[in-house]
């Protein structure tokens, strides 16, 4: 099925409860009261609101679910080496529907400082570029 499926169920409370036990555990995690999760009507044994977890089949979709979730206008930037589909489909679909995007080499740390603004950023894997013949993992 594509809706309700079972196994996708399972995995996305799962996934939900790791998420919990991770922010509990780090001291410099926002609490869950304050975090967009804080919507969820489930709630951990100790009272916390269990983050809401999605799973998709594919990136795609989960690009898209995030795209059409967020308020409108929107600025969305990615890497400059991300999957040629993301690109893609921001040109042919979501650009005529407000939505702009701008490419960013993500092993500049500073470029990509000066793009962000109030804007979730979420980079799936380390840019495969390389730098001073290292792979360039910063955190913002």
Do not use: W
């Not at 795209?67 to 589909?85: K, M, N, R, S």
């Not at 092993?107 to 570029?129: A, F, P, Q, W, Y």
């Amino acid at each position: 099925t594509r809706m309700g499926n079972p196994t996708r169920k399972l995995l996305e409370d799962v996934m939900s409860d790791l998420e919990v036990v991770s922010s509990s555990s780090s001291s410099s995690s926002p609490s869950s009261s304050s975090s967009p999760a804080s919507a969820s009507k489930e709630t951990t044994a100790s009272g916390e609101h269990k983050p809401v977890t999605c799973a998709f089949a594919s990136g795609m979709a989960a690009v898209s679910s995030i795209i059409l979730a967020l308020p409108q206008p929107l600025h969305v930037i990615i890497p400059d080496d991300i999957y040629h589909g993301v690109p893609t489909q921001l040109k042919s679909i979501f650009v005529q529907r407000g939505v702009e995007y701008s490419t960013v080499d993500m092993t500049n740390l500073d470029h990509l400082k000066s793009e962000i603004h109030d804007v979730i950023v979420k980079n799936e894997s380390n840019s495969k570029k390389k730098t001073n013949n290292n792979y360039r993992n910063e955190t913002l």
